[in-house]
Nanobody, 128 residues
Framework: QVQLEESGGGLVQAGGSLRLSCAAS????????MAWFRQAPGKERDFVAG????????DYAGSVKGRFAISRDNAKNTVYLQMNSLNPEDTAVYYC?????????????????????WGQGTKVIVAS
């Protein structure tokens, strides 16, 4: 069992930056595939960025590529999402997700059913 807890959300002006953190409990964190998703009001939960399991590869949604960066510190059981050049379209609740080590380690999973564990989310509001 893995428990995930996000932090770091808040209100920021357009053009600003935030860093989200996701602290994970449980063993074998380093082998888990980890990802960030986001859900804007009235919309579906969409993939933002992620690692394949064992961190072989990373992937980003096109809308955030070049602005956001995902990283992880396995010693701290934590994954981060650095968000730069934020715009109002980035306003959403951001969720951390974890996936066990199965299937190919080459692919980053980008859909919600492929993840086993979810955090409660942290809200990001970008003011124009």
């Amino acid at each position: 069992q893995v428990q995930l807890e996000e932090s770091g959300g808040g209100l920021v002006q357009a053009g600003g930056s935030l860093r989200l953190s996701c602290a994970a409990s449980g063993r074998s964190f380093s082998s888990y595939g980890m990802a960030w998703f986001r859900q804007a009001p009235g919309k579906e939960r969409d993939f933002v960025a992620g690692f394949s399991w064992n961190s072989v590869n990373t992937d980003y949604a096109g809308s955030v590529k070049g602005r956001f960066a995902i990283s992880r510190d396995n010693a701290k059981n934590t994954v981060y999402l650095q968000m730069n050049s934020l715009n109002p379209e980035d306003t959403a609740v951001y969720y951390c997700a974890a996936r066990g080590s199965r299937g190919s380690p080459l692919f980053v999973r980008t859909t919600t059913p492929e993840y086993d564990y979810w955090g409660q989310g942290t809200k990001v509001i970008v003011a124009s």
